[in-house]
């Protein structure tokens, strides 16, 4: 330790780091109070104890996305703050009354487990640095932009800067310093309990005797070394130890799927829909953005860049970033381009540590683009025909029941009483494909003697595709007439075979006061067997592929339910989307399905939300062409879906990928097979 006549220069200093590195995070914040308004969570403790202490994204990631390595790194420098938080208490609470604690057998537990964690940290550091010189070494550095002369995120997710390398030299050097000061002090001054300080013990016997002074140059030297993380840690990815902890004590309640409305006062008041300027976005949604650290966990599941899109969810959080800066606007940051790429699917929402919603950045720009009469094409088509005829394919409301002929299927209007209402959706109700499981799923719910009935011709659009594409006031005027509907016949349980219907009744229609019980029709259809009203199908194990939808597993967490139709009691379900459970199956009970790659919450998705059912795709950039691939490679003959969007989708590219009979075919279609 210094002397006291050094005390004075040694806290200067340290709150003068600790004060440059405050000044840095006021520029930022400067930026983030620009956005609108939040309301803080009441219990905003929660979030920091789930996602910064917790570290539950990081704990559901893969370890080849370096998992391990943060954990090791996280654990171990928090280890290190609390020990000397603890020793400052320990050293300093006697000025103010406090006994010093820091002695007996709490002095020898804490020295050793801190001394043990200390090591994990290191070796997380030295890991971490390995890692990204090896990707460096395959991909190559980013190329730096001609004007700005920072990186370009490339088709490369994973970019380093030389500063990252300046970050772990910095985070390696406080740990070894601090073990070397350790091992001096051992080895010029060895006492009977230093065996409660394993590392430092053992580096003592490489360690040379040091003279005083060398002593203390050692230990200014360390000291030096923890002035320059804290001046330098705002320029750091590291600086999310400070932007992360606010992102998640702020963040939203809101659900994975769901999107916030934009009321008409708030039109009237700004004379603008949507998001043009990067500070028309949420003060939480723009602290988030200073949360990034570039990892590239959004880029690398994004099923629209892996197919050679423009789309780069790290680059829009980092141009968005740049127009807040910049002052320029969002969509030109973007580009328009990358902004209609995305299917809203939430994987990059999904897999990003730090919290950061890219859907919502998306879409609050696509509303924009909607209002000011940017977007053409065949989407526009779909709008058009959502507002003239409540269904997005454009068939008249006439045709809702054609589906129905031969199937004495009970309607609302006749006055019936019914437990459960059995929502068609527009491709239930339009598409052949889409229409088989329709009259499937209501032919089992007569088999199974449920009280259902449908609305026919009064059904009309959820409007989810409207609001995902960025139209949101169709969108609005969908959900009040269905609410109005709800409410005209009291119904209070829905069942649907669509996903985006689920999702949207769910998560979005209780903004409109429609307060309503809603369960997939694999969810619906699991009870009736667990309750023996219908017998399970039984496929052939191995011989069927089942391709989980993205509102379905990712977005809601609804995974079991579909594979426990085919007698398949794998287990996925989880209440935290986030985070990947390990795959748990009945003792002695096959998998019968063949599972691809990408899977229950980690699923690919077939490329048709976000309105992009709509869009005229180029071929060889369809995602649907490689999630087919994937279910092909489980060597399956079947392959199984449960939305009509997905099978929409999958059924060109699978004609398309293979010459073989491949027979599509809905959950509720096995089920009736197993049941005739």
Same mark, same amino acid.
């Given at each position: ?36 308004? #939040? ?7 929660? /979030? ?16 080849? &996305? ?6 090791? #790194?996280? @654990? ?15 050293? @300093?609470?006697?000025? #103010? ?42 991909? *190559?550095?980013?190329?730096? &932009? ?18 990252? @390398? ?29 065996? =409660? ?30 002035? =320059? ?8 990815? $590291? ?10 004590? /702020?963040?939203?309640?809101? !659900? ?6 934009? %009321? ?31 990892? /590239? ?11 050679g899109k423009v789309l780069n969810p790290k680059q829009v959080v980092a141009d968005v970033h740049r127009a807040l800066v910049t002052g320029d606007g969002v ?42 009469? +940017? ?29 129905? +002929?031969?199937? &004495? ?32 799923? =209501?032919?089992?719910?007569? +088999?199974?003697?449920? !009280? ?15 609001? %995902? ?44 006061? /429609?307060? $309503? ?11 009736l067997v667990q309750q023996g009203r219908l017998e399970p199908a039984t496929p052939e194990p191995g011989k069927v592929a089942y391709h989980d939808p993205c ?11 579909p594979r426990a139709l085919v007698g398949d009691r794998t287990h996925f379900d989880t209440d935290e989307p986030a985070v990947v459970h390990a795959l748990t ?23 048709? *939300?976000?309105? %992009? ?47 073989? &009979? ?15």
């Amino acid at each position: 330790m210094p002397e006291p006549g050094w005390k004075l220069a040694f806290y200067g200093l340290t709150f003068l780091s600790l004060a440059v590195m405050a000044w840095q995070f006021v520029g930022p914040a400067r930026h983030w109070m620009k956005g609108k308004p #939040i309301g803080w969570k009441p219990d905003y403790v929660a /979030g920091v104890m789930r996602y910064i202490l917790g570290q539950r994204k990081v704990q559901g990631s893969r370890p080849k &996305d370096g998992a391990p390595l943060h954990l090791m #790194i996280f @654990y171990g420098f928090l280890s290190l703050f609390v020990a000397t938080t603890l020793l400052a208490i320990a050293t @300093y609470g006697p000025l #103010i009354g406090l006994p010093n604690f820091h002695r007996g057998l709490y002095y020898l537990v804490y020295e050793t487990v801190f001394d043990v964690l200390g090591l994990f940290f290191v070796a997380g550091v030295v890991w971490a640095f390995v890692r990204r010189w090896r990707n460096d070494r395959l991909h *190559g550095q980013p190329p730096l &932009d001609a004007e700005t002369g920072k990186p370009v995120f490339s088709r490369n997710p994973l970019t380093s800067e030389a500063k990252d @390398y300046v970050t772990l030299l910095i985070l390696f050097m406080l740990g070894v310093t601090g073990y070397v000061i350790e091992a001096a002090r051992i080895a010029n001054s060895p006492q009977e309990w230093d065996w =409660a300080s394993p590392v430092g013990l053992a580096l003592s016997r490489l360690t040379p005797g040091l003279s005083d002074q060398a002593y203390v140059g050692l230990w200014w030297f360390h000291a030096a070394w923890a002035w =320059a993380f804290f001046a330098f840690l705002p320029q750091m990815r $590291l600086k999310h130890i400070v932007t992360a902890t606010l992102t998640a004590a /702020g963040s939203p309640e809101q !659900k994975m799927g769901e999107l916030l409305p934009i %009321r008409m006062e708030e039109v009237e008041r700004t004379g603008q829909i949507g998001v043009a300027q990067a500070t028309d976005y949420s003060r939480w949604h723009l602290l988030s953005l200073d949360a990034c650290m570039s990892c /590239g966990r959004c880029t690398e599941v994004c099923p629209a860049y892996n197919v050679g899109k423009v789309l780069n969810p790290k680059q829009v959080v980092a141009d968005v970033h740049r127009a807040l800066v910049t002052g320029d606007g969002v969509a030109a940051s973007v580009s328009e381009e990358a902004l209609w790429a995305c299917t809203t699917c939430n994987a990059c929402v999904e897999a990003c540590p730090v919290l950061i919603r890219h859907v919502d950045i998306i879409v609050d720009a696509r509303r924009n683009l909607v209002a000011e009469g +940017k977007l053409s094409g065949t989407p526009t088509v779909m709008l058009r025909q959502v507002a003239a005829s409540g269904n997005a394919w454009g068939a008249p409301s006439s045709n809702r029941e054609d589906w129905m +002929k031969g199937l &004495d299927v009970p309607l609302c209007r006749d006055g019936v009483e019914f437990d459960v209402l059995l929502w068609v959706g527009c491709a239930g109700a339009t598409d052949p494909g889409a229409v088989r499981t329709t009259k499937a799923v =209501a032919t089992l719910l007569k +088999k199974a003697g449920v !009280k259902f009935a449908c609305l026919g011709q009064e059904e009309a659009c959820t409007g989810d595709p409207a609001r %995902r594409t960025g139209d949101e006031f169709l969108f609005q005027e969908q959900a009040g007439k269905n609410v109005h509907v709800f409410e005209k016949y009291g119904v209070t349980k829905v069942v649907t075979p669509c996903p985006h219907c689920f999702n949207t009744f769910k998560n979005e229609y209780h903004q409109f006061g /429609g307060r $309503l019980e809603v369960v997939h029709h694999t969810q619906f259809l699991n009870e009736l067997v667990q309750q023996g009203r219908l017998e399970p199908a039984t496929p052939e194990p191995g011989k069927v592929a089942y391709h989980d939808p993205c509102y379905l597993a990712r977005v809601n967490g609804v995974s079991d339910a579909p594979r426990a139709l085919v007698g398949d009691r794998t287990h996925f379900d989880t209440d935290e989307p986030a985070v990947v459970h390990a795959l748990t199956r009945e003792p002695d009970d096959p998998r019968r399905l063949a599972e691809p790659v990408q899977h229950a919450q980690k699923t690919l998705c077939c490329g048709a *939300g976000g309105g %992009r059912m709509w869009f005229d795709e180029e071929p060889g950039k369809r995602p649907s062409e490689r999630r087919v691939r994937q279910l092909l490679d489980t060597g399956a003959k079947q392959i199984a879906v449960a939305c009509p969007f997905c099978r929409i989708m999958l059924d060109a590219s699978v004609k398309q990928a293979t010459d073989e &009979d491949v027979r599509l075919v809905d959950l509720a279609e096995m089920l009736l097979d197993s049941n005739r």
